[in-house]
Nanobody, 122 residues
Framework: QVQLVESGGGLVQAGASLRLSCAAS????????MAWFRQGPGKEREFVAA?????YYADSVKGRFTISRDNAKNTVYLQMNSLKPEDTAVYYC??????????????????WGQGTQVTVSS
């Protein structure tokens, strides 16, 4: 049974930083592709970042967010700098078991965490 547990969300002011964590159990994450998605108020869930053997980012977060993994801790991180009000969303981590091409299609990810709220005030 795979479990993903996100933490690290909160309420911050614009320009601040947060680091989200996604602790995995039931799988060794270095064997799998991992990603972060987010769903803002009234919006559809969207891709944020992914880590395979390299990293990928949505254009809206490129240069501000960094995805990484600590295999020893079986944890994936999302370092978010220079936060903007439009980054306000519930952030989810996800695990993809099989390579399907690409990296940003949420339908390719089988396991999801419960989400952590990030709120950025202006």
């Amino acid at each position: 049974q795979v479990q993903l547990v996100e933490s690290g969300g909160g309420l911050v002011q614009a320009g601040a930083s947060l680091r989200l964590s996604c602790a995995a159990s039931g799988r060794t994450i270095n064997n799998y592709d991992m990603a972060w998605f987010r769903q803002g108020p009234g919006k559809e869930r969207e891709f944020v970042a992914a880590i395979t053997w390299k990293t990928y980012y949505a254009d809206s977060v490129k240069g501000r967010f960094t995805i990484s993994r600590d295999n020893a801790k079986n944890t994936v991180y999302l370092q978010m700098n220079s936060l903007k009000p439009e980054d306000t969303a519930v952030y989810y981590c996800a695990l993809r078991e099989y390579y399907t091409g690409g990296y940003s299609n949420q339908n390719d990810y089988r396991y999801w965490g419960q989400g952590t709220q990030v709120t950025v005030s202006s």
